[in-house]
């Protein structure tokens, strides 16, 4: 078999596309394009990102850039979406610490390697709901909820951000399309990377961040490598 | 905490329709680009679809006025390709996702694990090049429009990704990839 035959079967079939898969791909272009008018509404005024500027405060005071934007336009300031950061009074994960939450959010997902944090809309699913198809159930489905998850640093390369710090750790954030990450390094070989796809400011990511600890079991099996 | 996510309105918007209509029409053909494009993961191509066509949806104006809107398209996989929150968002949800069980949907990578650990070995940008000259069929100035660079970029880019496959290959397959290998290049 020559390589452009087996290069086509290893593609595959070319397959029909069911009405569901064709209606998901529809809703999820809608989230993305009402969370981009969301943000440009929000973040688009000299005023609120002159604002962002003086309120940097606690432990995410800026340290200075590594090359990329310094204060990205889809920033957001106050409480967008009035989403407020709460004490966490539900059980601690296995592998974590959390000091703060979303008001009206749980841990949907607890694994040695990470959390999904998720609206407590989505907490007692139904019999019938199928993830599949209402992925604010599935928990490895991250569009608006809060990721927690370990990375090996070597894995990431050079990240352009801004540098800051959070708590006793140097972090970089960093827009990734329509979603914010806070890679902070809790280790020289490991980032505690929070992903933020729900409407946190600036200000409430880090302080999200901060209150994050992870457990040396965790970050030692993830610099191993397991 | 409101729900997120958005309620479509009664009948949908121009918009709506027209995206509905070309993902029933195209999306098999991207998601098979994309299995390649990944090196065979049927998660990861299933992701670099999703994240194309979402990206496509809010650009929409763009896209349809674009001249070249395969190209666009072919674009905004690439780009969720080499977009380094996907890769690590697959790495932590491989382990557990499952994708659905549907004709078609197999693990390539188990059908031909060579040519899977071949194509994986060869950098993204790179298999994006084999891929769009050798099995979408794209012309050297198409495939520079899909990947954003010069001819010249996709003429190395191709000539080292199939040297790369024939090395990978030939080390597992012996005399007969590498014969297909010289079929190839004299194409």
Redesign the interface.
Known sequence: ????T??????????????E???A??????????R?RVVQTVGGSTFAVAAIVATVAFNGAPTGGTGGPSHPPAIVQGTV???ELVRYEGRQPNNFTIEKV????FIQKDYW??LTIA???VENPAPDVDP?KSP?YDP?D?S?KI?I?L?QKA???D?SGETVAVGEHRAILHP??S?W?LLIAVDPKVYA?V?VD?ALSREQILELGAGLRVHRAAIDRMAAGN | MENVRQKRSPGGSERDREFHEFVARRRGRLLYTARLLTAGDPHLAEDLVQTALTKLYVSWAAFSRADNPDAYLRRALVNALTDERKRVWRRFERTVAEIPDRPGTADPRGDDPELARALRELPPRMRAAVVFRFLDELDVAQTAAALGCSAGTVKSQTARGLEKLRAALSRSGGDTVLQTYREEVSR
């Not at chain 1, 087996?6 to 009405?19: N, T």
């Not at chain 1, 791909?25 to 009402?34: L, N």
């Open positions: 078999m020559d390589l452009h087996r290069l086509q079967r290893f593609g595959g079939p070319i397959e029909s596309v069911p009405e898969t064709v209606e791909d529809v809703a999820r272009g809608r989230r993305a394009a009402q981009r979406g009035n989403l979303p008001e009206g959010f390697g990470g609206p407590k809309s599949s604010m490895d991250f608006g990721a998850f990375e894995h990431r390369g990240i990734t399309g979603t990450q990377t992903q729900v």
